[in-house]
């Protein structure tokens, strides 16, 4: 299993970027996938997740950020709008493969995860 995230850079505040993340190694349509940040000298904190169409947000990207995925593709991705420079971080893909819905915004639930990739958000 092998995720590939892609999609970071530098953008101004108010701006937007879309993050992909590629899977591959097998079927990702019936799992959660799910995107982290980390920003220096914090915890991985969780962002969204998805599962089959509906997605969850942390209450700091609730409205402004917008998980989906294309099965097709194997991809998923995460629309960032409205940027803040606290969205400044390292932005990991992951997948998990089975545990209770209550638990998704637990990074330790997740089996797989992607190399990250970096959002700077400049003010």
């Known amino acids: 299993v092998q995720l590939q995230a892609s999609g970071g850079g530098l953008v101004q505040a108010g701006g937007s970027l879309r993050l992909s993340c590629a899977a591959s190694?097998?079927?990702?349509?019936?799992?959660?996938m799910g995107w982290f940040r980390q920003a220096p000298g914090k915890e991985r904190e969780f962002v969204a997740a998805?599962?089959?169409?509906?997605?969850s947000y942390s209450d700091s990207v609730k409205g402004r950020f917008t998980i989906s995925r294309d099965n097709a593709k194997n991809t998923v991705y995460l629309q960032m709008n409205s940027l803040k420079p606290e969205d400044t971080a390292v932005y990991y893909c992951?997948?998990?493969?089975?545990?209770?819905?209550?638990?998704?915004?637990?990074?330790?639930?997740?089996?797989?995860w992607g190399q990250g990739t970096q959002v700077t958000v400049s003010s």
């Open positions: 190694g097998r079927t990702f349509s019936s799992y959660v």
């Open positions: 992951a997948v998990r493969f089975g545990g209770p819905i209550a638990t998704t915004q637990e990074s330790t639930t997740y089996d797989y």
């Open positions: 998805i599962r089959w169409s509906g997605g």
